[in-house]
T-cell receptor
Framework: ETAVFQTPNYHVTQVGNEVSFNCKQTLGHDTMYWYKQDSKKLLKIMFSYNNKQLIVNETVPRRFSPQSSDKAHLNLRIKSVEPEDSAVYLC???????????FGPGTRLTVL | QQKVQQSPESLIVPEGGMASLNCTSSDRNVDYFWWYRQHSGKSPKMLMSIFSNGEKEEGRFTVHLNKASLHTSLHIRDSQPSDSALYLCAAASGSWQLIFGSGTQLTVMP
């Protein structure tokens, strides 16, 4: 049963283009996250958003930016994609810190 | 440098056998561990969490934690082919973020 929704499922684009991915959760959770999962399946946190407070992993390039309209939505924008951005981007939510995180199905990005 | 190390990278067990997966953090501030399971082509789903020393059992799954060594292990008894998946260990240290290990790929052979 999916409660964290992501669109699109797949996206293929060229270097330098801008892309946006959407995420919505219907669990009533207060915190949402974006993760990047690379080809070796390593999962890395990119952003956390809680009560309009954004926390950024300092290793994330500036071309990535999260966008939130309310606590149920957290979108991800990549301003000028690069080949190393090819990965699966996973959105997640949790009731609070230290609580179980529920993941969406992911968006697979391929940068040509 | 990765702060959460998992071993082995891959594991093959026969159906009905016991699978044992390990995870260690190098961050002395870690105080909470999770185990997530990710089937091929799917998203991770939480299996179990542990923050106290000792053992926690849920059905066929048992998790151990040794806080002094920052080591946790996941044991799956009576393994089933449906248990074949990537098992991810994650740790938190009072901050906002989970640090994931690179996972153990478990294959249960019928």
């Amino acid at each position: 049963e999916t409660a964290v929704f992501q669109t699109p499922n797949y996206h293929v684009t060229q270097v330098g283009n801008e892309v946006s991915f959407n995420c919505k959760q219907t669990l009533g959770h207060d915190t949402m996250y974006w993760y990047k999962q690379d080809s070796k399946k390593l999962l890395k946190i990119m952003f956390s958003y809680n009560n309009k407070q954004l926390i950024v992993n300092e290793t994330v390039p500036r071309r990535f930016s999260p966008q939130s309209s309310d606590k149920a939505h957290l979108n991800l924008r990549i301003k000028s994609v690069e080949p190393e951005d090819s990965a699966v981007y996973l959105c997640a939510s949790s009731l609070e810190n230290y609580a179980e995180q529920f993941f969406g199905p992911g968006t697979r990005l391929t940068v040509l | 440098q990765q702060k959460v190390q998992q071993s082995p990278e891959s594991l093959i067990v026969p159906e009905g056998g016991m699978a044992s997966l390990n995870c260690t953090s190098s961050d002395r501030n870690v105080d909470y561990f999770w185990w997530y399971r990710q089937h091929s082509g799917k998203s991770p789903k939480m299996l179990m969490s542990i923050f106290s020393n000792g053992e926690k059992e849920e059905g066929r799954f048992t998790v151990h934690l040794n806080k002094a060594s920052l080591h946790t292990s996941l044991h799956i008894r009576d393994s089933q082919p449906s248990d074949s998946a990537l098992y991810l260990c994650a740790a938190a240290s009072g901050s906002w973020q989970l640090i994931f290990g690179s996972g153990t790929q478990l294959t249960v052979m019928p």
